[in-house]
């Protein structure tokens, strides 16, 4: 049996085009994730910025596709396992809270430094570019409502 269009292999023209439509599925998931936060939260939801961890946040290219279609400004930890920190940061902050009356995770969080990427990513200004992911965004949502059969 011979494959006719394989998706793997270095000579694959194709492999970038998969490689970002799997960055902007990721990132319009990650955009849906937020507006449920925000409906959950209601009016005083506002997010200014957001802290980006991960080995895909060491990439460029979704960086700058993450600040633009979240609109909103990114920052980057220098703790290579930030991930695991932050696991870790939620762990201790929940035995912390449960043997101090009032402590919160934000107070947790606020009392431990964080060194931080000189860089930070702000999201686009370009208009073409906003609407090229708006556009996206809703041909996601609209396939997955409809591979899910979801109501939003």
Do not use: H
């Not at 430094?113 to 556009?135: A, F, N």
């Amino acid at each position: 049996v011979e494959t006719s269009a394989p998706l793997n292999g270095p000579t694959n023209p194709m492999a970038g085009l998969i490689y970002r439509a799997a960055m902007e599925g990721i990132t319009y998931l990650l955009a849906e994730a937020l507006e449920t936060m925000k409906l959950a939260c209601g009016e005083g939801f506002e997010l200014k910025s957001l802290l980006v961890v991960g080995g895909g946040s060491q990439n460029k290219l979704w960086r700058q596709m993450l600040a633009d279609v979240l609109n909103v400004e990114l920052r980057f930890p220098l703790e290579s396992e930030s991930a695991a920190l932050g696991a870790a940061f939620q762990a201790s902050a929940s035995v912390e809270a449960s043997t101090q009356k009032g402590l919160t995770l934000r107070d947790f969080v606020l009392r431990q430094p964080i060194e931080m990427e000189d860089s930070v990513v702000t999201p686009t200004t370009d208009e073409v570019t906003r609407s090229v992911y708006q556009k996206g965004r809703r041909q996601y949502c609209d396939l997955a409502n409809r591979l899910y059969a979801v109501e939003r």
